[in-house]
């Protein structure tokens, strides 16, 4: 069965400094790939996603997440983190059969 | 704007209850779906369904039920509620051929 892994389960960080967040996912023939992102007491957002095409995509608000065959991986970065982009990120692939399968949520904290 | 309405955002029942957790989607979706959301564990798919009446276990399906009388909405049914049912349940609807999947607000439900 498909499965999806993030590798931290915190991740803490000061303001402006950059950000990598794990995701590696169970190998398959083809996958779409998602993170979405959970503001603290609401539901979850798409943050970004990866369906074919270039491999590197980006989001409205400074993330940009690789998807890496070779590696079956699909880090979620940014180059310098505000106050603001603290909270919950989940990685996601969506299998053949329709079902979005996410992993275990990194929690991020920015500290001023 | 789409939307994803779950109808309550916090709820405690006795255990034993039968508790219904309603969600009304208002983009004429085909697809929704249950998740429940637990610290460590990320978001677990209870059950999904991708037409009217028709529904599918997802991967933690035991202790629920499910029901789609109508395409806008879901209903998650836990038939005799128990302590470890405590827990965040989302919400989700999708459109087929569409990747995207939109989430509800959360319904905290807590069993005492």
């Known amino acids: 069965a498909q499965s999806v892994t993030q590798l931290d389960s915190q991740v803490p960080v000061f303001e402006e400094a950059p950000v990598e967040l794990r995701c590696n996912y169970s190998s398959s023939v083809s996958v779409y790939l998602f993170w979405y992102v959970q503001y603290p007491n609401q539901g979850l957002q798409l943050l970004l996603k990866y369906l074919s095409g270039s491999t590197l995509v980006e989001s409205i608000n400074g993330f940009e997440a690789e998807f890496n065959k070779s590696q079956t991986s699909f880090h979620l970065r940014k180059p310098s983190v505000h106050i603001s982009d603290t909270a919950e990120y989940f990685c996601a692939v969506r299998n053949e059969g329709g079902k979005l399968i996410f992993g275990q949520g990194t929690e991020l904290s920015v500290k001023p | 704007d789409v939307k994803v309405t779950q109808s309550s955002r916090y709820l405690v029942k006795r255990t034993g209850e039968k508790v219904f957790l309603e969600c009304v989607q208002d983009?004429?979706?085909?697809?929704m779906f249950w998740y429940r959301q637990d610290p460590g564990l990320g978001l677990r798919l209870i059950y999904f369904?991708?037409?009217?009446?028709?529904?599918e276990k997802g991967d933690i399906p035991e202790g629920y039920s499910v029901s789609r009388e109508k395409k806008e909405r879901f209903s998650l049914i836990l038939e005799s509620a128990s302590t470890n049912q405590t827990s965040m349940y989302l919400c989700?609807?999708?459109?087929?051929?569409?990747?995207?999947?939109?989430f509800g607000q959360g319904t905290r439900l807590t069993v005492v």
């Open positions: 983009m004429d979706h085909e697809n």
């Open positions: 369904s991708y037409d009217v009446k028709m529904k």
């Open positions: 989700a609807s999708r459109e087929t051929g569409n990747t995207e999947a939109f």
